[in-house]
């Protein structure tokens, strides 16, 4: 089981050398029950990680918030959204626990040959294991952890 958050590429302009920028309509869905904030971060110069990006990526510069996974919502069309008050340039759409946002990306290359970025993703994770033994303080919430992944898209060929 995975307990943060799942990102899927969904759609893609065609990337030509011409005009340079394209969008892409990315995914995140949270598979817990708690909300869960994301910031996307693009790599810095000289990442180590960063090794094979043929492109330049302009990620949401504000934070995501992911409604947490509700088992009875998920099939229930007229459940009550969460008012997350998104931007519309980078939020296309949200549903449940599941949200799609937009990031720009510039190639960087005129040659052919697919296309890359890479950027970080950092998400807060809670430890939701329920201890065997109850501890005396009662039940304190659990202290968010910040964790960070390095993402890397390969998004196909130029169109010239």
Not at 19 to 34: I, R, Y
Request: aromatic fraction near 6%; charged fraction near 25%.
């Amino acid at each position: 089981m995975s307990y943060g958050p799942i990102l899927n590429w969904l759609t893609t302009d065609r990337i030509r050398t011409q005009n340079g920028e394209c969008q892409v309509l990315l995914t995140l869905t949270n598979p817990v029950e708690n909300i869960t904030h994301v910031t996307l971060v693009g790599c810095e110069e000289g990442d180590p990680e960063d090794i094979n990006s043929t492109a330049k990526v302009m990620v949401p510069t504000k934070k995501l918030v992911l409604a947490g996974k509700d088992a009875a919502a998920e099939y229930d069309e007229l459940a009550e959204p969460h008012d997350f008050q998104d931007d519309p340039d980078v939020v296309a759409f949200r549903k449940s626990n599941k949200i799609g946002f937009f990031i720009k990306v510039v190639p960087q290359r005129e040659e052919d040959g697919d296309v890359t970025v890479s950027f970080k993703i950092r998400h807060d994770f809670r430890n939701l294991a329920t201890p065997i033994r109850p501890s005396e303080e009662g039940d304190a919430p659990t202290e968010a952890v910040w964790l960070t992944h390095h993402v890397e898209l390969s998004l196909g060929p130029l169109v010239a």
